[in-house]
């Protein structure tokens, strides 16, 4: 199709590009969402509708001029631009409670989640879970969580649809209503100032001040700077030229075209990117094939790797996994020690959550911590019972339910064969020593894929290890 004039023959091909690559990433993205796990699905596809609404309206206005109509415009700014900077706020107030849910729980400590002197685990549960700082964190989490996020944005959009709707209706009632009056700035744009400004003004500034200094592995927290930058760059251009360079210097460039581009630069940033660096990912795991399981299982018996290897874990918003390692040995070194003295010991003295604060944030210097048991050392090489005993019973259970347990507040990923075995031997009573050893190997397995080729690239290249 060939349109009278290049301005619409170039806002049809701007069109086609746009919605192709918006389009295609995704679908390519929504394909491999079980790889972005750490991203905001629903959210996401919400902002993709929305860039594919406004950037829709506006290419429209530009080929089909006045065939097109204003009240499409007016609908296609609202809704696109609601449906991006709704979801926009919403990730940011996600990974905000992720990033504070994640730092309290390496902040942890013995008392928070294992505490001895308390006959009743019940009594333990009401009296410090409720209170402390990592449940008030769980409990928000839970709040934010993409499904209830998506919920809370679409009840907005529609209570949104009802005022423009409400809007519209005056307006159209007003003595000589021009439908082509929607196309200019009225008050019927008022709120879309209002919309623009809260994001510009309010929530850039907040994004740049609470995320600046995050350090993630998943690029969260870049892509939410990276569209506040973009937004601060291209939407005052788009007010200039819209009420000053545009009469000054009689152009047919639309302002539109800031807005689409925008949009798209945006989408790319959020969806394109973090599929590229799926290509990235692949050339990283290859970059560790000089380093086997040895080396791995070897940063478990060197505190100050470990240190810095828990640092990398908090990037990736996991470090449930290696509290959970941690937690582990100690108890496996306390079950060792209780099979050869034959009796039990009625406290520990390390911690079974390192006092050592490692933050999601800039990273603090290395503290040794005791070295621990070498992570493939069994229980079972130090007694011949195959069952734990009874009054080993409580620091099991104490385990199950801070890791293993669905809804645990540093509950682990494991699959669910290994999470019924375990259950079915809590709820039996009938423990063995090696419970949670599949559990062990498959989040050793989590940190070796995901958090070691980090880890190799960016330390132990630089570290001899020991």
């Excluded at 091909?13 to 679908?27: D, M, N, P």
């Excluded at 360079?245 to 940033?269: A, G, P, R, V």
Aim: with cysteine; net charge positive; aromatic share 16%.
């Amino acid at each position: 199709m060939v349109f009278q004039t290049l301005g619409q023959n170039l806002a049809c091909v701007a069109l086609v590009l746009h919605f192709t690559i918006v389009i295609v990433t995704t679908i390519l993205f929504l394909y491999n969402r079980h790889k972005f796990n750490h991203r905001p699905h629903r959210l996401i596809l919400l902002g993709a509708i929305g860039n594919l609404i406004i950037s829709g309206a506006y290419y429209c206005r530009l080929i089909f001029w006045m065939d097109f109509s204003c009240t499409f415009v007016l609908w296609g700014t609202y809704l696109g631009s609601a449906l991006y900077f709704l979801p926009f706020m919403a990730r940011g107030i996600q990974l905000l409670v992720v990033v504070k849910f994640n730092t309290a729980k390496v902040h942890g400590q013995l008392q928070d989640t294992f505490i001895d002197d308390k006959n009743s685990f019940e009594l333990m549960e009401h009296e410090t879970y409720r209170h402390s700082h990592i449940s008030r964190q769980a409990y928000n989490k839970e709040r934010v969580t993409d499904k209830k996020l998506t919920f809370l944005v679409a009840l907005f959009i529609f209570i949104m649809i009802a005022a423009i709707s409400v809007m519209q209706l005056v307006r159209m009632l007003e003595p000589g209503f021009d439908e082509y009056t929607l196309c200019g700035f009225g008050w019927h744009y008022f709120p879309f100032f209002g919309m623009t400004g809260l994001f510009l003004f309010i929530c850039c500034p907040l994004v740049i001040y609470f995320f600046w200094n995050v350090k993630d592995a998943y690029g969260l927290r870049n892509e939410l700077i990276t569209c506040v930058f973009l937004g601060l760059l291209i939407y005052p251009m788009y007010f200039v030229w819209t009420l000053v360079l545009k009469e000054q210097l009689n152009s047919s460039f639309s302002s539109y075209y800031f807005i689409t581009l925008f949009m798209l630069l945006s989408h790319l940033n959020t969806v394109g990117f973090p599929l590229i660096s799926l290509a990235y990912r692949a050339r990283k795991l290859r970059s560790i094939a000089a380093y086997d399981s040895e080396h791995f299982h070897r940063i478990f018996e060197n505190p100050e790797m470990l240190h810095h290897f828990r640092s990398f874990a908090a990037r990736y918003l996991c470090s449930e996994n290696t509290c959970f390692i941690d937690d582990f040995q100690l108890l496996k070194q306390y079950c060792i020690m209780t099979a050869q003295s034959g009796t039990k010991s009625s406290s520990f003295d390390t911690p079974l959550v390192s006092t050592k604060p490692i933050s999601i944030f800039k990273s603090r210097p290395p503290a040794i911590t005791p070295a621990h048991i070498g992570i493939g050392v069994t229980i079972r090489k130090y007694t011949d019972k195959e069952q734990v005993p009874d009054d080993l019973h409580v620091r099991f259970l104490k385990f199950y339910r801070t890791y293993i347990q669905t809804g645990a507040l540093l509950e682990v990923n494991i699959s669910s064969n290994v999470h019924t075995s375990i259950f079915r031997q809590i709820q039996e009573g009938h423990i063995k020593w090696e419970i949670f050893d599949d559990a062990k190997d498959q989040i050793l397995s989590l940190l070796y894929d995901n958090v070691f080729p980090d880890f190799v690239q960016n330390y132990m290249r630089r570290k001899s290890i020991a």
